[in-house]
């Protein structure tokens, strides 16, 4: 990857999008990091072609704490020197973005309300942190591992899914909103399907079986989540409420303007907000 090119900042994707998220990092200081490292218009030995995602962070995305914890964890990411070996660079990669949604469930369960999206926050919490643990040992064994596939090389199939999947997750990063269980709600459904992405990655260029194995316990937990937060963002539309919008849709579905108007949504006319 380029310096400031692989993953930002800020699933990313990547979002992505991002200093450290570390396990035993408190939500406090991971909130208040909100940095990016500057983009780097050369290529470094070792890094990935074709990652740029330094602007993340910007415009619609918000500064939400969530959002600067997906900052934190891209730009850890970025940070790090790719060895060209499949294996070892997807499992270091993903012991950062693991690390990521242990901070970010830090801040769901720090100001976060409802009580389904704070639950997800515990189990992904836990299931995390176990893998961490498991990731570990792997990445340090694979360290000498030798080289099977060229990072600086965009046409190269690994390095392409992999700037494949942080494209994704750029394009459907979520604009932040007031209620802080919606943005844990939208911003990790960004970060699982980053994650799912990558493990794609792995299991079609990785050679390692155990991590080939982990790769697939992966996708599948982290789907059934994302139908998990999927419902739950259908039921809670009426969350879906910037902190500046002045008037809201009566049927409590998302649509919201800083002016009178019809609501994007259904049509309705907007009603200034209590």
Known sequence: MKKSAFFLAALCSGTLLLGSCNSDKSADTTATATTSAPADTTAAAGDMAGMDHSKMADGAAGTSPLMASMNEMMAKMDAMKMKGNTDHDFAHMMLEHHKGAVAMADIELRDGKDATMRQMAEKIKADQQKEIGELEPIAERLDSAPTNYKPQDPADPFTAQMKTSMDHMMKNMPATVADPD??????????????????????????????????????????????????????????????GAAYVCPMNDGGQSNAPGKCPKCGMDLEKKA
């Open 182 to 243: 919606m943005n844990f709600n939208m911003l990790m459904t960004v970060h699982h399907q980053s994650a799912m992405d990558m493990a794609e990655a792995e299991l079609a260029h990785g050679k390692d079986s155990k991590l080939k194995e982990m790769a697939q316990m992966m996708i599948d937990a982290q789907k059934k989540e994302i139908e998990q937060f999927k419902a739950w963002h259908a039921k809670n539309a009426g969350k879906m409420q910037s902190a």
